[in-house]
């Protein structure tokens, strides 16, 4: 079956950087497009970043954009989130995600409603 398993996240502090990495099995990984989002505590989970099946086209939430990166080996069915610059806003339970196909736009990528399979998360802290 379907799992995605992400890893990476800690604790740190303003300013520092994390990577956080997604396993995913059961399915041809480089099939689909995958995303990140993430969910602090009493919000809505919010889209962090989204890559098509062969990382040729990222998109990146405005909050996240020119500090973030996401990648994917295809190789060895894996997903990454490169954090730098983090700051205490970021802090959340990061999530990666398998897209139902291709999206095209904005609007599509963000919406968890595009997304079938997910994993437990990953809390990530930024705290002095």
């Known amino acids: 079956q379907v799992q995605l398993v992400e890893s990476g996240g800690g604790l740190v502090q303003p300013g520092e950087s994390l990577r956080l990495s997604c396993e995913a099995s059961?399915?041809?990984?480089?099939?689909?497009?995958m995303g990140w989002f993430r969910q602090a505590q009493g919000k809505e989970r919010e889209f962090v970043a989204y890559?098509?099946?062969?990382?040729?086209?990222?998109n990146y939430a405005d909050s996240v954009s020119g500090r973030f990166t996401i990648s994917r080996d295809n190789t060895k069915n894996y997903l990454y989130l490169q954090m730098n610059s983090l700051k205490p806003e970021d802090t959340a339970r990061y999530y990666c995600?398998?897209?139902?196909?291709?999206?095209?736009?904005?609007?599509?990528?963000?919406?968890?409603?595009?997304?079938?399979?997910w994993g437990e998360g990953t809390q990530v802290t930024v705290s002095s």
């Open positions: 995600a398998r897209a139902t196909s291709p999206l095209g736009t904005a609007q599509a990528i963000s919406d968890v409603k595009n997304y079938d399979y």
């Open positions: 059961g399915y041809t990984f480089g099939s689909y497009p």
């Open positions: 890559t098509n099946r062969i990382a040729g086209w990222k």
